[in-house]
């Protein structure tokens, strides 16, 4: 169990250590996420030339594209947790 627990917080200090970039389909949106936080939005000067809707599509697309490889990197780091875990329950029913 304590090796579970020193697992599990490897894996937070590896998250919070871990810079994540999201970017919009036409390039003009970029974000920094670290530790599930935005930490940076940066918007080119030709995105000023569309729309407000088009420019909130744009900002929305990059931090969700962000959050997905958000997920992805937690799912990468904790899966063989999980798994061990379902074969200690087979073990001990």
């Known amino acids: 169990m304590r090796e ?10 590896d998250f919070d250590r871990t810079e994540i970039r999201g970017l919009s389909p036409d390039g003009t949106v ?22 407000n809707v088009h420019l909130a599509n744009q900002v929305l697309a990059a931090l969700r ?12 780091r904790t ?5 061990a875990v379902d074969e200690m329950r087979k073990l001990f029913p």
């Open 4 to 13: 579970l627990t020193a697992d599990t917080q490897r894996i937070r200090e």
């Open 30 to 51: 970029r974000v920094l996420v670290k530790a599930g936080r935005v930490i940076t939005l940066d918007i080119d000067p030709a995105a000023m030339n569309h729309d």
């Open 65 to 76: 594209q962000a959050e997905e490889q958000s997920a992805q990197f937690l799912t990468s």
């Open 79 to 83: 899966t063989p947790m999980v798994d």
